[in-house]
T-cell receptor, first 112, second 116 residues
Framework: GQQVMQIPQYQHVQEGEDFTTYCNSSTTLSNIQWYKQRPGGHPVFLIQLVKSGEVKKQKRLTFQFGEAKKNSSLHITATQTTDVGTYFCAGPGGGSNYKLTFGKGTLLTVNP | SAVISQKPSRDICQRGTSLTIQCQVDSQVTMMFWYRQQPGQSLTLIATANQGSEATYESGFVIDKFPISRPNLTFSTLTVSNMSPEDSSIYLC?????????????FGQGTRLTVV
């Protein structure tokens, strides 16, 4: 079945440093979504990318969708302590455009 | 965006018993899902809750262990039956409103289950 791989599993940075997490799917995706889960919280939707090569920005966050629509990345510029949490990518699969397969997530910790 | 009320938020249960988790949405939604998230791990889809019919289960999950109800477009329940310590996990309700290509998922606060 479909697999969504995400690296790194953990990332610890000093406040102000940049951070990137990478996501790769075993199959071509119709879209890819990114979620953030704060410690003790539930996943919160950040963004959805649909088009090949798409780049979207949300303040210090930059999201990219690969040309082949099989990989994606999330880059955070100048991290802040509020960025702490686990970032998940997710793609639809299993024969449905609505059932999501989640990557294992990247846990980001930020040292103030 | 949908507002989801999930309860209980946490529970400690004896092995062999069952727990029913409720998920209430503030608006009618097309798709409702149940996920399991073990501590420090990713989300694993248990099943799709279908309104008015039997849920669709993912590989490794069966109806006898995780019966699901969805009587209408705003409400669903997940029961964890005959619990064992291996069922200790966070259970999350999720909804998607299928509108065009926008399939963002909204999650309930989760139910943190500990089986002793």
């Amino acid at each position: 079945g479909q697999q969504v791989m995400q690296i790194p599993q953990y990332q610890h940075v000093q406040e102000g440093e940049d951070f990137t997490t990478y996501c790769n799917s075993s199959t071509t995706l119709s879209n890819i979504q990114w979620y953030k889960q704060r410690p003790g919280g539930h996943p919160v939707f950040l963004i959805q990318l649909v088009k090949s090569g798409e780049v979207k920005k949300q303040k210090r966050l930059t999201f990219q969708f690969g040309e082949a629509k099989k990989n994606s990345s999330l880059h955070i510029t100048a991290t802040q302590t509020t960025d702490v949490g686990t970032y998940f990518c997710a793609g639809p699969g299993g024969g449905s455009n609505y059932k999501l397969t989640f990557g294992k997530g990247t846990l980001l910790t930020v040292n103030p | 965006s949908a507002v989801i009320s999930q309860k209980p938020s946490r529970d400690i249960c004896q092995r062999g018993t069952s727990l029913t988790i409720q998920c209430q949405v503030d608006s009618q939604v097309t798709m409702m899902f149940w996920y399991r998230q073990q501590p420090g791990q990713s989300l694993t889809l248990i099943a799709t809750a279908n309104q008015g019919s039997e849920a669709t289960y993912e590989s490794g999950f069966v109806i006898d262990k995780f019966p699901i109800s969805r009587p209408n477009l705003t409400f669903s329940t997940l029961t964890v039956s005959n619990m064992s310590p291996e069922d200790s996990s966070i259970y999350l309700c999720s909804v998607e409103d299928a509108v065009g290509v926008n399939t963002e998922a909204f999650f309930g606060q989760g139910t943190r289950l500990t089986v002793v």
